[in-house]
T-cell receptor, first 114, second 114 residues
Framework: DAKTTQPPSMDCAEGRAANLPCNHS???????VYWYRQIHSQGPQYIIH?????ETNEMASLIITEDRKSSTLILPHATLRDTAVYYC???????????????WGLGTSLAVNP | DGGITQSPKYLFRKEGQNVTLSCEQN?????MYWYRQDPGQGLRLIYY???????QKGDIAEGYSVSREKKESFPLTVTSAQKNPTAFYLC?????????????FGPGTRLTVL
């Protein structure tokens, strides 16, 4: 699975859009981009995933560049409850063999300020 | 409610004692996973199971054991052989049908070995 690079921390004002970048320059054609977040001392929460088209759900939007080497997670109107560590992960939807793990980096710690 | 439950939320044990962490899901998912998270770090895979009565070692399986006798349950035993067992333990499950493989996480168990 390809490796991802994220900034260690970001700040955002409450009510504004939070744009979290992720670089995945070694992504291969069959790998999806997944985003999870983890609020302190809780289990990670799935947010969204995509392959090459932009995706939107009730939580966020995912913008993937045309060359698929980077992506941005957008929280359109950040609230204090969006303060969390956000993880960007790339993986094939069906890995070869039995390896189904997600490779977790350190993520981006997003602080939403009042 | 559908979801993944882990119990207990906090667990304290004396050094040298085995301890079993519970993970139950009612999502009808085939695959289940155990991760370990240390402070300020990403998640690392301990064991995973894609089907009942079958499981595979992850990256850090030494000192741990699992069983998968029922689809709904995937208990993790932390044995006395685990050198540094104090950590936050997370269980996850996913379905592999229809090409979807999103992992959903439980609330976690924080184990402290005294």
């Amino acid at each position: 699975d390809a490796k991802t690079t994220q900034p260690p921390s970001m700040d955002c004002a409450e009510g504004r859009a939070a744009n979290l970048p992720c670089n995945h320059s070694t992504i291969s054609g069959n790998e999806y981009v997944y985003w999870y977040r983890q609020i302190h001392s809780q289990g990670p929460q799935y947010i969204i995933h995509g392959l090459k088209n932009n995706e939107t759900n009730e939580m966020a939007s995912l913008i993937i560049t045309e060359d698929r080497k980077s992506s941005t997670l957008i929280l359109p109107h950040a609230t204090l409850r969006d303060t969390a560590v956000y993880y960007c992960i790339v993986r094939a939807l069906r890995n070869a063999g039995n390896n189904r793990k997600l490779i977790w980096g350190l993520g981006t710690s997003l602080a939403v300020n009042p | 409610d559908g979801g993944i439950t882990q119990s207990p939320k906090y667990l304290f044990r004396k050094e040298g004692q085995n301890v079993t962490l519970s993970c139950e899901q009612n999502l009808n998912h085939d695959a289940m996973y155990w991760y370990r998270q240390d402070p300020g770090q990403g998640l690392r895979l301990i064991y995973y199971s894609q089907i009942v009565n079958d499981f595979q070692k992850g990256d850090i399986a030494e000192g741990y054991s699992v069983s998968r006798e029922k689809k709904e349950s995937f208990p993790l035993t932390v044995t006395s052989a685990q050198k540094n067992p104090t950590a936050f333990y997370l269980c996850a499950s996913s379905t592999t049908s229809g090409g979807r493989d999103t992992q959903y996480f439980g609330p976690g168990t924080r184990l402290t070995v005294l």
